[in-house]
C-alpha cells in the first residue's frame, strides 16, 4: 500500500509518501511558512534530485494542493495519478481519554477531535485543518488518525494521576497524558525484534531526546509511565522546555516580574530548558560545543539535562520492578556520545553498563552495552512516519481493531 503521512504543524507540513511493502519513502518533504507570501516547499524523491519550489501557500488547503501536484510532477514525482495515494495517516498530537489507538476519522471521529482541541491548543487545531485539507482533495481516499497520546493511554491511574482534587480530573480530564507515543512504541518494539524477545517479557526504558524529550516505562509491550504529563511540559530539560519544577515557582516568578499568563507560558516553553540555563543554545550540538570551549552555564545545562534522564532510569527501573533494556533515539539520544556516555555513567549498580568503543561508532540500530552488562543498551533510529503509515494500512485493511471507544 501507499500512504501519504501528513504532520501538519500551524504553519508548516511536513509529508512522506511510503511504500508500506518497501517500508520506504518514496518521497518526503515540508511545506513551510504557510500563511504567507513566500512560503517554500522542499521535496526530496528517493532517486532523485531535491528540489525548492517558493510560492503564495495561504493555507493548509493550498498547502496540500502543493504537496499532491509535486507528487504527480512529470519531474520530481513518484506517481501517475492520484488514485496511487491508497491512504492518509495523519498524526494528530492529542486523543485525550477517548483514543486508545489508531482510527479511521469520520464525523464523529471528527467531533471526537474538536472536542479535544482545549487539551491541545497549539497543536490539534492544525491537526483538524490538514485531515479537512486531504479530505477536501482526496474525498473518496481513507484518512487515517495516529495519536501522539494513545501508546501512554493505558497507564494505570497510579501513573497518570495528579496530586489535585479529583474532582478537578473529573471535571477538566487533569492528568498526565504523555506524548511522542509513537516514538516510543516503534523503538520499544524494534529493541524486542533485535534482542530477539517476546516484548511481553521485557521490561524497556525508551529515551526519546530530540528538541522535545520524553522517557517510558515500557513492560510487556505497555506504556507504564511517560515523563510528559498534561502536556508536553512536564518532565525531561528539552531545548527550551523547562521539565519538572515546583510549581510554585512559576507563581513566584508570575507575581516577581509581573508576568501574564501567556508569557509565563511562553517563559518555561520558549525561554527554559537547554536555552534558559545556558543562555547559548537549545541545540545540543551547539551545547557539547561551548562544554567543550570550558563555558560554564552550558555545562550546568548538559549536567542538568543527563542527571535528569539518569534519575528517570533509576525510578523507571523501579516502577517495572527491574529493567532490560534501555533505548535511546531522536536526534540527541541517536547521535550524542557524550549524553549516552553521561547518563550510563556509574550505573553498574544496576546492571547498565556501556561498551564505550560500540557507544562511539553508532550506525543505524546499534547495540552499545557491554558484553558483561545485564541490561542492554540500545541505539535505535525512531520512524515515526513508518508506524503512523503502517497502522494506517492495518486499519484499511481493517486488520486493526478500531479503538475509538472511551477507555
Ligand atoms: P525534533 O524533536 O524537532 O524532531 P530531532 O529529533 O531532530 O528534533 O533532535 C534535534 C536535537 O538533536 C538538537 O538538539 C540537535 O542538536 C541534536 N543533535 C543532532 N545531531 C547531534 C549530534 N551529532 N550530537 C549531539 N546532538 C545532536
Do not use: W
Not at 517563559?267 to 547559548?280: A, F, R, W
Not at 529493567?323 to 556516555?341: H, P, Q, Y
Amino acid at each position: 500500500m501507499k500512504v501519504l503521512v501528513l504532520n501538519c504543524g500551524s504553519s508548516s507540513i511536513k509529508y512522506q509518501f511510503i511504500d508500506t511493502t518497501l517500508q520506504i519513502a518514496l518521497a518526503k518533504g515540508m511545506v513551510e511558512r504557510i500563511g504567507m507570501s513566500s512560503a517554500v516547499l522542499t521535496h526530496q524523491p528517493y532517486d532523485k534530485e531535491k528540489i525548492k519550489i517558493v510560492g503564495e501557500i495561504l493555507d493548509h488547503t493550498i498547502a496540500i494542493e502543493y504537496v499532491i501536484a509535486v507528487l504527480l510532477s512529470p519531474n520530481h514525482g513518484v506517481i501517475k495519478d492520484k488514485k496511487e495515494i491508497d491512504a492518509v495517516g495523519h498524526r494528530v498530537v492529542h486523543g485525550g481519554e477517548t483514543f486508545s489507538g489508531s482510527v479511521l476519522i469520520t464525523d464523529q471521529v471528527m467531533k471526537a477531535l474538536k472536542d479535544n482541541i482545549e487539551l491541545a491548543p497549539l497543536h490539534n487545531p492544525p491537526n483538524i485543518k490538514g485531515i479537512q485539507a486531504s479530505k477536501s482533495h482526496l474525498p473518496s481516499t481513507p484518512q487515517v488518525g495516529v495519536f501522539d497520546t494513545s501508546f501512554h493511554i493505558k497507564m494505570p491511574p497510579h501513573a497518570y494521576l495528579y496530586g489535585i482534587p479529583y474532582e478537578l480530573y473529573k471535571k477538566y480530564k487533569i492528568r498526565r497524558y504523555g506524548f511522542h507515543g509513537t516514538s516510543h512504541r516503534y523503538v520499544s518494539e524494534r529493541a524486542a525484534k533485535i534482542l530477539g524477545k517476546p516484548i511481553e517479557d521485557l521490561r524497556i526504558i525508551t529515551a526519546h531526546l530530540g528538541n522535545g524529550c520524553s522517557m517510558a516505562a515500557v513492560k510487556g509491550g505497555h506504556s507504564v509511565d511517560t515523563t510528559m504529563g498534561f502536556t508536553p511540559l512536564e518532565g525531561l530539560i528539552m531545548g527550551t522546555r523547562s521539565g519538572d519544577m515546583d510549581p510554585s515557582v512559576i507563581l513566584y516568578i508570575m507575581a516577581k516580574e509581573g508576568l501574564s499568563l501567556s508569557e509565563a507560558n511562553t517563559l518555561m516553553n520558549k525561554h527554559s530548558g537547554l536555552i534558559g540555563i545556558s543562555g547559548e543554545s537549545s541545540d545540543m550540538r551547539e551545547i557539547e560545543e561551548a562544554v567543550g570551549e570550558g563555558n560554564k552555564k552550558a555545562k550546568y545545562a548538559f549536567d542538568v539535562f543527563t542527571y535528569r534522564i539518569k534519575k528517570y532510569v533509576g525510578a523507571y527501573s523501579a516502577a517495572m520492578g527491574g529493567l532490560d533494556a534501555l533505548v535511546f533515539t531522536g536526534g540527541i539520544g541517536e547521535n550524542s556520545i557524550m549524553v549516552r556516555n553521561n547518563v550510563c555513567a556509574d550505573m553498574d549498580f544496576l546492571g547498565i553498563k556501556l561498551d564505550d568503543s560500540a557507544n562511539n561508532n553508532v550506525q543505524g540500530e546499534t547495540l552499545i552495552s557491554a558484553s558483561d552488562s545485564k541490561v542492554k543498551i540500545l541505539r535505535i533510529p525512531t520512524n515515526e512516519e513508518l508506524v503512523i503509515a503502517l497502522d494506517t494500512e492495518e486499519i484499511v485493511r481493517g486488520q486493526l481493531e478500531p479503538k475509538s471507544a472511551a477507555v
